[in-house]
């Protein structure tokens, strides 16, 4: 299996090429699954971390290469997720398009229908959710427009196989795959188009190109890539009486829905939601009960999150390490034993700690998001987040960071409007993840004796304060805008479907494994480096295990280095050393700590900080600890979702935010305790 | 902007109680928030049920056989009169 291509371009296979296009919600990804099986591979498509996938379909004689494109409702650009799917279609060529139509919101589902069909490309429709509607007429569809038409119940293999079936049949009979589909009335919008269509196609056979459709669609819809519209359409347009392309957009959608009205016939209430449906709804929706309810759901998702992933991390962890000593005791070269098991093993093993609740945390919000759940909670949260100039969709992210912010980070990938999902993302890593509680706890548990608990409690309480103190920063000064106007499709209540979920999963965690963790496992490569080497040169893997040999290694000595700048919060190397550690992960400043101060457990920890530094001190730290650099994993994740410059300035800015809080600290520390 | 919040029959979807049945009369939005609420179903002349709109809350509506979840800032945009 290929893995993921910069380009999304299918490979040069001789398969014909065929598109999955449709609303989102509508079972593609279930449809997708059934025709490929494992054969998949992510396409990232370039400039956008939207992801989507490509697979194969074989039969007897023909290969299909399969693309599931992200859902949309249309071909304009008007979020972030659409312009992949319009940009896709009108720069590759297609074979066949099979548009996936939910048949319960047929209604709105076949203006993406129609505009597809103005594309000339062959093309079928699959009705999906067949069994909520049975009395259905697909004969209408069929004779209006002209194409097969496919009921599926997507959640039925068997049902699904009549798509198979209808391939194999389309592979029989070629000519299909050149037949494009008939160019529907619009009323006067038909002549206007189809003249752009012929003059594009007189300039194309300039440039031996065969799409000109695509091309005129492309600029109406003003898809990327197309936005600058040619004088000659302008030209024409005016002569027809059009002032601006946005007025043709415009006119055309409004006919195209009137053609639906007119000649479909689609009844107004043609599906009704259930009467426990409107009682969920009428208890979701109301801020009295929705937004406690809310709060139980994600404390139950975070409790079940860590209790079920605790005892599999602690496995894997432990498998690991196991199978770590066992290299080290049978590989006799002591550089290359611990070059396999500190460096190559440990880096997998430190994957592996976040792996678990990652997979967990990821099917849990698949879940919520499938069951519908996920847009009552937007619903009722709108409100108090547009008072950050931030809307109901950046909940979802900024809840997964108190669990772990690499996931939540890679999760704002869902938020339409860019500068508010680069705000989400930035200010993520200041909301205390579960990896830096072990810190809290260890230095509260130190210093502040009985009130060690209020000591860990402001961790959160600052955090918190911080990042809505930077999201309303970022939003006033580099990363403008109002929140994104919500404008949403509230999906019916119901169970999701397991396999969506799992595949949904499956597919974040893979993207989670190539991107972040590849880069981890290289950064631990290069701190194990440094922990094994010093000024003197090779000191070997024996430096990490006591005291004294952790004082030689370069770690040690660019810890001593920084000391100067945090001189005036009174720390010393060995504290500045384990924040060097916590780049990595914020779970190793602990365990990095008891090797430095060379204590066996975390109650010897405690006693030796408790002896060596004083409250203001320890909680000078606590704060850097809390607020100073998002952990390694995070860095990635940003870099991938917000770019370098971005994921850059967030260690520049954290840093220095940790300072001067850390020294206002310090200060008025020294006021109260002298 | 339009000024007017009350005329005749005509007014904006966020004026219009919960449970009343509409027809969308006019949208003063730019070009892709117009070019947006078209392609969710939201044009001239369509029919819609308010179905929830309680003060500072986003505004539940159905329209075309779906439910939509409807922002203020951008329900204020929205002219409606009665579903004649």
């Given at each position: 299996?290929?893995?993921?291509?910069?380009?999304?371009?299918?490979?040069?296979?001789?398969?014909?090429?065929?598109?999955?296009?449709?609303?989102?919600?509508?079972?593609?990804?279930?449809?997708?699954?059934?025709?490929?099986?494992?054969?998949?591979?992510?396409?990232?498509?370039?400039?956008?971390?939207?992801?989507?996938?490509?697979?194969?379909?074989?039969?007897?004689?023909?290969?299909?290469?399969?693309?599931?494109?992200?859902?949309?409702?249309?071909?304009?650009?008007?979020?972030?997720?659409?312009?992949?799917?319009?940009?896709?279609?009108?720069?590759?060529?297609?074979?066949?398009?099979?548009?996936?139509?939910?048949?319960?919101?047929?209604?709105?589902?076949?203006?993406?229908?129609?505009?597809?069909?103005?594309?000339?490309?062959?093309?079928?429709?699959?009705?999906?959710?067949?069994?909520?509607?049975?009395?259905?007429?697909?004969?209408?569809?069929?004779?209006?427009?002209?194409?097969?038409?496919?009921?599926?119940?997507?959640?039925?293999?068997?049902?699904?196989?009549?798509?198979?079936?209808?391939?194999?049949?389309?592979?029989?009979?070629?000519?299909?795959?050149?037949?494009?589909?008939?160019?529907?009335?619009?009323?006067?919008?038909?002549?206007?188009?189809?003249?752009?269509?012929?003059?594009?196609?007189?300039?194309?056979?300039?440039?031996?190109?065969?799409?000109?459709?695509?091309?005129?669609?492309?600029?109406?819809?003003?898809?990327?890539?197309?936005?600058?519209?040619?004088?000659?359409?302008?030209?024409?347009?005016?002569?027809?009486?059009?002032?601006?392309?946005?007025?043709?957009?415009?006119?055309?959608?409004?006919?195209?829905?009137?053609?639906?009205?007119?000649?479909?016939?689609?009844?107004?209430?043609?599906?009704?939601?259930?009467?426990?449906?409107?009682?969920?709804?009428?208890?979701?929706?109301?801020?009295?009960?929705?937004?406690?309810?809310?709060?139980?759901?994600?404390?139950?998702?975070?409790?079940?999150?860590?209790?079920?992933?605790?005892?599999?991390?602690?496995?894997?962890?432990?498998?690991?390490?196991?199978?770590?000593?066992?290299?080290?005791?049978?590989?006799?070269?002591?550089?290359?034993?611990?070059?396999?098991?500190?460096?190559?093993?440990?880096?997998?093993?430190?994957?592996?700690?976040?792996?678990?609740?990652?997979?967990?945390?990821?099917?849990?919000?698949?879940?919520?998001?499938?069951?519908?759940?996920?847009?009552?909670?937007?619903?009722?949260?709108?409100?108090?987040?547009?008072?950050?100039?931030?809307?109901?969709?950046?909940?979802?992210?900024?809840?997964?960071?108190?669990?772990?912010?690499?996931?939540?980070?890679?999760?704002?990938?869902?938020?339409?409007?860019?500068?508010?999902?680069?705000?989400?993302?930035?200010?993520?890593?200041?909301?205390?993840?579960?990896?830096?509680?072990?810190?809290?706890?260890?230095?509260?548990?130190?210093?502040?004796?009985?009130?060690?608990?209020?000591?860990?409690?402001?961790?959160?309480?600052?955090?918190?304060?911080?990042?809505?103190?930077?999201?309303?920063?970022?939003?006033?000064?580099?990363?403008?805008?109002?929140?994104?106007?919500?404008?949403?499709?509230?999906?019916?209540?119901?169970?999701?479907?397991?396999?969506?979920?799992?595949?949904?999963?499956?597919?974040?965690?893979?993207?989670?494994?190539?991107?972040?963790?590849?880069?981890?496992?290289?950064?631990?490569?290069?701190?194990?480096?440094?922990?094994?080497?010093?000024?003197?040169?090779?000191?070997?893997?024996?430096?990490?295990?006591?005291?004294?040999?952790?004082?030689?290694?370069?770690?040690?000595?660019?810890?001593?280095?920084?000391?100067?700048?945090?001189?005036?919060?009174?720390?010393?190397?060995?504290?500045?050393?384990?924040?060097?550690?916590?780049?990595?992960?914020?779970?190793i400043v602990v365990g990095s700590l008891g090797i430095i101060f060379g204590t066996r457990g975390s109650d010897a920890l405690i006693t030796q900080i408790g002896l060596n530094f004083t409250p203001v001190i320890a909680y000078s730290y606590m704060l850097f600890v809390l607020i100073y650099v998002p952990c390694l994993g995070t860095y990635f994740a940003l870099r991938r979702e917000v770019g370098s410059k971005w994921a850059n300035l967030s260690i520049?800015?954290?840093?220095?935010?940790?300072?001067?809080?850390?020294?206002?600290?310090?200060?008025?520390?020294?006021?109260?305790?002298? | 902007?339009?000024?007017?919040?009350?005329?005749?029959?005509?007014?904006?979807?966020?004026?219009?109680?919960?449970?009343?049945?509409?027809?969308?009369?006019?949208?003063?939005?730019?070009?892709?928030?117009?070019?947006?609420?078209?392609?969710?179903?939201?044009?001239?002349?369509?029919?819609?049920?308010?179905?929830?709109?309680?003060?500072?809350?986003?505004?539940?509506?159905?329209?075309?056989?779906?439910?939509?979840?409807?922002?203020?800032?951008?329900?204020?945009?929205?002219?409606?009169?009665?579903?004649?």
């Amino acid at each position: 299996m290929k893995s993921c291509c910069k380009n999304p371009e299918v490979s040069d296979s001789k398969g014909k090429t065929v598109a999955l296009v449709g609303n989102p919600n509508v079972g593609k990804t279930l449809i997708f699954n059934h025709l490929t099986g494992t054969s998949q591979r992510v396409a990232n498509f370039p400039g956008v971390t939207v992801t989507s996938v490509i697979g194969e379909m074989h039969s007897d004689v023909e290969k299909f290469q399969i693309i599931d494109l992200p859902g949309s409702y249309g071909l304009a650009s008007t979020k972030k997720e659409e312009p992949v799917t319009s940009k896709y279609i009108l720069e590759n060529h297609i074979d066949l398009i099979i548009n996936i139509v939910d048949v319960t919101r047929i209604e709105r589902n076949l203006l993406l229908t129609i505009q597809l069909m103005e594309l000339g490309i062959p093309m079928i429709i699959v009705l999906t959710r067949y069994d909520k509607l049975p009395d259905f007429d697909t004969n209408i569809l069929k004779r209006v427009l002209n194409l097969p038409v496919l009921p599926i119940n997507a959640t039925k293999g068997r049902s699904l196989n009549t798509l198979t079936l209808e391939l194999e049949r389309i592979e029989r009979s070629p000519d299909r795959l050149s037949t494009s589909p008939k160019k529907l009335e619009f009323g006067e919008l038909r002549n206007v188009l189809d003249k752009l269509y012929s003059v594009q196609r007189d300039q194309e056979e300039e440039h031996n190109s065969k799409h000109p459709e695509k091309v005129v669609m492309g600029h109406i819809f003003g898809v990327p890539g197309f936005e600058n519209t040619p004088e000659w359409m302008k030209n024409l347009l005016n002569k027809e009486g059009i002032q601006k392309v946005d007025d043709l957009r415009l006119d055309l959608i409004s006919q195209m829905y009137e053609f639906i009205e007119s000649n479909l016939l689609i009844t107004p209430e043609a599906y009704q939601e259930s009467e426990l449906e409107s009682l969920a709804d009428k208890i979701l929706l109301d801020g009295k009960t929705g937004i406690p309810i809310f709060f139980i759901v994600m404390t139950l998702v975070f409790w079940v999150t860590f209790f079920i992933s605790a005892p599999i991390t602690n496995l894997l962890d432990s498998l690991l390490i196991n199978f770590g000593e066992w290299v080290r005791n049978i590989v006799s070269n002591e550089l290359m034993a611990s070059f396999l098991a500190d460096g190559v093993i440990g880096g997998i093993g430190f994957v592996m700690v976040f792996l678990p609740q990652i997979a967990i945390l990821f099917l849990f919000l698949a879940v919520l998001d499938h069951s519908g759940y996920m847009s009552r909670v937007i619903f009722v949260m709108d409100r108090y987040l547009n008072r950050l100039n931030i809307s109901g969709r950046s909940l979802a992210p900024m809840l997964l960071g108190f669990g772990c912010n690499v996931p939540a980070v890679l999760s704002t990938s869902n938020i339409p409007d860019e500068n508010e999902r680069i705000t989400v993302a930035l200010v993520n890593p200041f909301l205390p993840c579960s990896a830096r509680f072990p810190v809290f706890v260890v230095f509260a548990a130190a210093v502040f004796g009985k009130y060690a608990a209020f000591a860990v409690a402001s961790m959160y309480f600052i955090g918190i304060l911080i990042a809505i103190f930077m999201m309303l920063v970022l939003r006033k000064t580099v990363l403008p805008g109002e929140s994104t106007s919500l404008l949403l499709e509230l999906n019916e209540l119901s169970m999701p479907p397991l396999k969506t979920v799992l595949y949904q999963s499956f597919r974040q965690i893979r993207k989670f494994i190539e991107g972040a963790a590849s880069w981890m496992g290289m950064g631990i490569l290069f701190i194990w480096l440094l922990s094994i080497t010093g000024p003197s040169g090779y000191i070997g893997p024996s430096a990490l295990g006591s005291s004294s040999g952790i004082k030689s290694t370069w770690i040690y000595f660019l810890g001593n280095l920084l000391e100067p700048l945090f001189a005036p919060f009174h720390w010393d190397a060995r504290l500045i050393t384990a924040l060097l550690f916590g780049f990595v992960a914020k779970e190793i400043v602990v365990g990095s700590l008891g090797i430095i101060f060379g204590t066996r457990g975390s109650d010897a920890l405690i006693t030796q900080i408790g002896l060596n530094f004083t409250p203001v001190i320890a909680y000078s730290y606590m704060l850097f600890v809390l607020i100073y650099v998002p952990c390694l994993g995070t860095y990635f994740a940003l870099r991938r979702e917000v770019g370098s410059k971005w994921a850059n300035l967030s260690i520049v800015f954290g840093i220095l935010i940790a300072w001067i809080v850390a020294f206002i600290t310090t200060i008025i520390g020294g006021m109260i305790f002298g | 902007m339009i000024e007017t919040l009350y005329l005749d029959n005509q007014t904006f979807i966020t004026q219009t109680p919960t449970n009343t049945f509409v027809r969308i009369i006019g949208i003063d939005a730019g070009g892709l928030e117009k070019t947006h609420l078209a392609q969710m179903g939201l044009v001239i002349g369509t029919p819609v049920r308010v179905l929830r709109n309680r003060q500072n809350e986003p505004i539940l509506i159905t329209l075309r056989n779906s439910k939509l979840i409807l922002g203020r800032k951008l329900a204020s945009k929205i002219q409606v009169s009665d579903n004649q």
